[in-house]
């Protein structure tokens, strides 16, 4: 029977709306599970890093490995494979929900995104502007862009704690500021730490960028075609001097987002496939093949480039690349005095006080000056707790760090974030628990009379 209404429900016809919430549903749900994942990973580098084998853990990630073709060579640690390349995928899907934001989300609606791109506009300035107050003239004072940064994973992961109590105005509000705060933070990354640059292999890049949209317009369709561009134009930037993970998010950018067959020739193909099926045009084997064949890509091309990349990229930079990546940069040394470093203390607050500083303040200006509105059942001490969220900084905020700095002070960073995550996910957490309407008694569940 269950079987039965299964099927039933998937031979239901799609509602427009369906478009929009279902890849918000499998994004939160797979997010809110890798954010565990993530949180194991890190728990683990802490501890080895601070193990008497710690010198044999951290010296893992020094591991040289060299990839080349004749004179070309290029020879880097296990950890710089790690961040700039692996990342690379994680940042191809950040373009990705990116541009389905844009396209299809909260930010497609002007009036609808004011409010996220103001918060994240607060969320990113005021962090900084701390930091740099703390370190101005200082060895770290390249690292103001650190506590700018969101990390969407542990902010779901913490969402799904609260279970039905958390409004999905909210949950939407914090994810679209996550977004517009991604796009900060990619281009912090790519005009505020980019220091030299080779232009010949920048021009290449560029070309590799160029070509995509040819292929577009002239029919590509082969996802192999598409990965190897964007290898090739990975390697350019990468020897640019452009931090190669740019490229990742260009290119995620430029994924269509609709589909190149619709579901009314679909359907049509679908139809004509059963009737030959059943008896009518029947001739040979070899005609049954090219029908199903032509199927077959009917369906796969009915999904649009962007929905494929993200549905079948995002569990593996969820449960493989971001885990990885915690383990190759969070491990790092911890004494008591560490917490103390001026670095580690305004990185700490720049997550923990410059965050909901800035979300709330800019919300609130965009309120006041009637650009924007609250969303429904969200009020001041919601948006605050949502602020303190937004300053888990985490999986961004080392990436930046290890793009900033280098040595003690990029060690002192790594704790200023991980403890101003810690922190702001503690405070964000009891805010939203003490401000959000709480639950509806389960009916029989109620105090008994007397």
Not at 85 to 94: C, K
Not at 404 to 424: E, I, Q, T, W, Y
Request: one cysteine or more; proline letters at 5%; hydrophobic letters at 55%.
């Amino acid at each position: 029977m269950a079987q039965a209404r299964h099927t039933t429900e998937s031979l239901l016809p799609r509602e427009p709306i369906d478009s929009l919430v279902d890849p918000l549903k499998r994004f939160l749900h797979i997010e809110a599970a890798s954010g565990v994942v993530l949180l194991v990973a890190t728990a683990i580098a802490l501890t080895l890093a601070n193990l008497p084998t710690a010198d044999w853990f951290l010296g893992i990630w020094k591991t040289r490995f060299t990839i080349g073709i004749g004179s070309f060579q290029m020879n880097h640690s296990l950890q710089h494979w790690i961040n700039d390349g692996l990342m690379a995928i994680f940042f191809f899907v950040i373009g990705l929900e990116v541009k389905r934001e844009l396209v299809m989300g909260e930010l497609q609606d002007l009036r609808q995104a004011v409010l996220p791109i103001a918060a994240a506009l607060g969320g990113m300035l005021i962090p900084a502007e701390v930091y740099l107050m703390l370190q101005w003239g200082e060895p770290g004072a390249r690292g103001w862009g650190i506590p700018m940064a969101t990390d969407i994973a542990f902010v779901v992961g913490c969402l799904a704690v609260l279970g039905k109590r958390i409004p999905g105005s909210l949950r939407i509000l914090l994810l679209s500021l996550a977004i517009a705060d991604d796009i900060g933070a990619i281009l912090v990354i790519a005009i505020g730490y980019t220091e030299s640059l080779n232009m010949t292999a920048l021009a290449l890049g560029g070309l590799g960028i160029a070509v995509l949209p040819l292929m577009i317009r002239v029919g590509i369709r082969s996802p192999g075609i598409y990965y190897a561009l964007m290898v090739l134009t990975w390697l350019a930037f990468h020897e640019s001097g452009v931090h190669a993970t740019i490229a990742g998010v260009i290119f995620g950018l430029m994924m269509p987002a609709r589909s190149w067959i619709t579901e009314n020739r679909l359907e049509s193909i679908f139809s004509r496939t059963g009737h030959f099926l059943k008896g009518d045009g029947w001739r040979t084997s070899t005609d049954r093949y090219a029908v199903l064949r032509q199927m077959e890509r009917a369906a796969r091309k009915s999904i649009s480039p962007l929905e494929r990349h993200e549905t079948e990229l995002h569990p593996w930079v969820g449960f493989l690349i971001m885990p990885v990546f915690a383990l190759a940069n969070a491990g790092v040394p911890i004494q008591a005095s560490a917490f103390l470093d001026p670095v580690a203390l305004a990185t700490a607050l720049g997550l923990v006080v410059g965050k909901p500083v800035g979300i709330l303040l800019f919300s609130w200006l965009a309120v006041k000056f009637k650009l924007a509105r609250l969303p429904e059942g969200v009020n001041w001490g919601v948006i605050l707790g949502g602020g303190f969220l937004a300053g888990i900084g985490f999986t961004m905020a080392l990436f930046i760090s290890g793009l900033a700095l280098s040595g003690p002070v990029l060690d002192a960073a790594k704790v200023g974030v991980m403890a101003g995550s810690a922190l702001s996910a503690i405070v964000g957490m009891t805010l939203l628990v003490l401000f959000l309407p709480k639950p509806p008694p389960i009916a029989g569940q109620g105090a008994a009379k007397i």
